[in-house]
């Protein structure tokens, strides 16, 4: 530990004697300071002791030692060193009585101990205190290696814990907890917060997070030598580290993040055998799709799986901000797979991200959670009247390897649906299962609707007849002629008569099923009810 003032008053050869503040002399010396002047505090740093004479003081003055002892006290001096037998025989009451009021502790220091001697004294106390510290710094290293090796992050976690004697917890990409003791596991939750903050910033990164409403100091690191981190490392202790424990949370800084640049080589080599597999099954070579996966994928392979088809919206913001949200969907997805110990295929294609995830698995359930997520906050105030997570996402239907290209294509098709409604994420189950009407809102469809029966709202302007309301009643009823004339309460044969001038203007047949079809869709994309 560093020199104390205690420490100084009990060092044999220094002789001083406590005059005022014994109950303070537990409070660190980080260094002995001599100073003659009137007012030293310009000089002060803080947590020296101040060695004087009171060459320049007038000492037996109590308002002047008042003022004195106080600027010392809060400019943080720790202590102070009076020579007697030079200038004062004794140290002067006026300034005892203004250190024992402030309380400032004064130590009296005998002719016969020069203040070189207390100077030398705390230098060699501090070089001493460093040394150790730098000791066990290195020996703290030498067990975070060692359990790395042999025990991995978990091991190095609790070794590290035990250096700092508080807690670690490591967490990953997504700010997910993956690693910390039991005890303190709720606590490391609470800071996902924090951890996904810190994560928005350039690593290496760190914050400092505590005060009254909690119940430790937590320091937060990123961990990772990209510009975006790959984890995060929390360190819990009662209290700021000290010399020796911040040479342990630094080697445990290092280590992780060796751990995890090498888990990043390893995971970009696992791409590039994922686009490999993915290829095959898209090219129908699921057989050798198999034959690559081995291991790597070969679970998912064996199990109905959903392909997964994510993509940022063209545009200037989206641009810049598209590869991030995927990197982001990325990282949400590997890492809930990783956690319920699934497999899961994920192929970044430039603007695009193609997943292959177990049907009803984690990672299904994760993209589902974060659209949800993006979703809501598109809505929110603060979002408004910006694209930056502008992120469609297309999911297919429950499939297996034989069929890999036609779920691909029915991801696109979700996604192309998903754009064209403003949707985050769009299912290919809830198209098959729903109406085509909806798909009717799009804006090429309506313009083609508006062209086609143009001709027919405009004869009807002119108030010559009711073409529109009498060809929307005859297909609703199948070319029913007696019961669309009463729906619309004329005679059938007014009904033909205006059905033969849709005809001449149209210049179609209503024989033709086709036309019929098209002109039955056109009135419903442009009917106000839809």
């Keep these: 530990m560093p020199p104390t003032l205690a420490s100084l008053v009990h060092h044999s050869a220094l002789k001083l004697t406590v005059r005022a503040g014994a109950d303070r002399l537990d409070v660190p010396v980080r260094w002995a300071h001599v100073s003659e002047l009137a007012d030293p505090v310009p000089y002060m740093e803080g947590g020296e002791l101040l060695l004087i004479t009171a060459l320049k003081l007038d000492a037996e003055d109590p308002e002047a030692m008042r ?109 997910t907890v993956v690693a910390a003791p039991d005890w303190a596991g709720r606590r490391a939750a609470r800071l996902t917060g924090e951890v996904e903050r810190l994560r928005e910033r350039p690593a290496p990164a760190s914050s400092v997070v505590g005060g009254p409403e909690h119940e430790d100091r937590v320091e937060l690191h990123s961990l990772g030598t990209g510009r975006r981190p790959r984890a995060a490392l929390a360190v819990g202790t009662a209290a700021a580290p000290g010399t020796a424990e911040r040479y342990a949370v630094h080697s445990a800084i290092a280590l992780l993040t060796l751990t995890t640049e090498r888990s990043r080589s390893l995971h970009a080599a696992e791409q590039r055998i994922g686009t490999a597999v993915l290829r095959m099954l898209l090219a129908g070579e699921p057989d050798h799709a198999r034959a690559v996966a081995g291991d790597l994928y070969g679970g998912l392979l064996d199990a109905p799986f959903r392909m997964i088809v994510a993509d940022s919206v063209p545009g200037a913001r989206a641009t810049a901000t598209g590869g991030d949200r995927l990197g982001t969907l990325a990282e949400a997805l590997e890492s809930a797979a990783a956690r319920s110990g699934e497999a899961v295929l994920v192929v970044p294609e430039g603007e695009r991200l193609v997943v292959l995830a177990a049907d009803d698995g984690a990672a299904v359930a994760a993209c589902v959670a974060w659209a949800t997520a993006l979703e809501a906050a598109r ?49 290919h189950e809830q198209l098959a299962a729903g109406s085509v009407l909806p798909l009717l809102a799009d804006d090429a469809v309506k313009a083609f609707a508006d062209g086609l029966l143009r001709p027919l709202y405009e004869h009807d302007a002119t108030g010559r ?66």
């Design 465 to 530: 007849g009711d073409l529109v309301a009498s060809l929307r009643a005859w297909l609703s009823r199948h070319g029913q002629w007696d019961a669309a004339a009463a729906d619309l309460g004329v005679h059938r044969h007014t009904l033909r008569y205006r059905m033969r001038r849709v005809e001449e203007i149209l210049g179609r047949s209503l024989d033709d099923p086709d036309v019929r079809m098209e002109l039955w869709l056109a009135l419903k994309a442009t009917s106000t009810d839809q």
């Design 379 to 427: 809505t929110s105030p603060e979002h408004a009247g910006t694209d930056e997570d502008e992120i469609v996402v297309g999911l297919s239907a429950p499939t297996g390897p034989i069929a890999a290209a036609a779920a691909y294509k029915q991801a696109e098709q979700s996604l192309s649906v998903a754009r064209r409604r403003g949707r985050v994420l769009v299912e």
């Design 67 to 175: 003022r004195y002892v106080r600027r010392l006290a809060g400019a943080g001096v720790v202590g102070l060193g009076f020579a007697v037998g030079v200038n004062y025989e004794e140290i002067p009451k006026a300034l005892v009585d203004a250190c024992a009021d402030e309380p400032l502790p004064l130590l009296e220091v005998p002719r016969r101990t020069p203040f070189l001697a207390i100077s030398k004294a705390v230098s060699a106390a501090i070089a001493a205190d460093q040394y150790r510290a730098v000791t066990a710094g290195f020996a703290a290293q030498r067990e975070l290696t060692k359990q790395a090796l042999n025990s991995g992050p978990e091991g190095l976690l609790t070794a590290l814990a035990a250096q700092v004697d508080g807690w670690a917890a490591l967490y990953d990409a997504s700010g």
